[in-house]
Antibody
Framework: EVQLLESGGGLVQPGGSLRLSCAASGFTFSSCAMSWVRQAPGKGLEWVSAIRGDGGSTYYADSVKGRFTISRDNSKNTLYLQMNSLRAEDTAVYYC?????????????WGQGTMVTVSS | EIVLTQSPEFQSVTPKEKVTITCRASQSIGSSLHWYQQKPDQSPKLLIKYASQSFSGVPSRFSGSGSGTDFTLTINSLEPEDAATYYCHQSSSFPLTFGGGTKVEIK
């Protein structure tokens, strides 16, 4: 079964850091581009970051550029999002999503999400 | 950045009625437009990719059309389980963007 399982969310103070993980199973992870998408409480979807299957190219939304870093460990079938200098506006459910065939594609598989709350 | 404008934001519909949701892009994106369904407390699910291609396992009452800047998601004969928020998403260029969503309520 194709599955994505996020972890690492929680409560963090403004200015703090958090690292999210997304464990993939059921498909050839190293061949697939991946993204992080977030959803603030009661709001719509916002794309955050994407990475190519080999990790060679990365892209970021302007709202997180310079603060967040996407990476992957294909030997562990795991995607990461390192989040630094967190702000209240980063509070959201963070989903990892598999791109259908290539980088910048439809998202065909989504994880269940992990909640990040930035508050003092 | 390509802005996607969805309309309407909210729609209250009777079962078996037809639903039409539109998504307009701020510039031409070819057919790089995808549709998702999100039910409360669930992750989004892919319905339609590349404007009109149905994703595997999606009921045939869901269909998509359009190209360039104007796109449509149609739900023929709405079922009670179709109550959800629907989002469009463009993958033509970074940053990837989503429409604001259309909430469909069952009367």
């Amino acid at each position: 079964e194709v599955q994505l399982l996020e972890s690492g969310g929680g409560l963090v103070q403004p200015g703090g850091s958090l690292r999210l993980s997304c464990a993939a199973s059921g498909f050839t992870f190293s061949s697939c581009a991946m993204s992080w998408v977030r959803q603030a409480p009661g709001k719509g979807l916002e794309w955050v970051s994407a990475i190519r299957g080999d990790g060679g190219s990365t892209y970021y939304a302007d709202s997180v550029k310079g603060r967040f870093t996407i990476s992957r460990d294909n030997s562990k079938n795991t995607l990461y999002l390192q989040m630094n200098s967190l702000r209240a506006e980063d509070t959201a459910v963070y989903y990892c999503a598999k791109e259908y065939k290539w980088l910048s594609d439809a998202f065909d598989i989504w994880g269940q999400g992990t909640m990040v709350t930035v508050s003092s | 950045e390509i802005v996607l404008t969805q309309s309407p934001e909210f729609q209250s519909v009777t079962p078996k009625e037809k639903v039409t949701i539109t998504c307009r892009a701020s510039q031409s994106i070819g057919s790089s437009l995808h549709w998702y369904q999100q039910k409360p407390d669930q992750s989004p699910k892919l319905l339609i990719k590349y404007a009109s291609q149905s994703f595997s396992g999606v009921p045939s009452r869901f269909s998509g059309s359009g190209s360039g800047t104007d796109f449509t998601l149609t739900i023929n004969s709405l079922e009670p389980e179709d109550a959800a928020t629907y989002y469009c998403h463009q993958s033509s260029s970074f940053p990837l963007t989503f429409g604001g969503g259309t909430k469909v309520e069952i009367k």
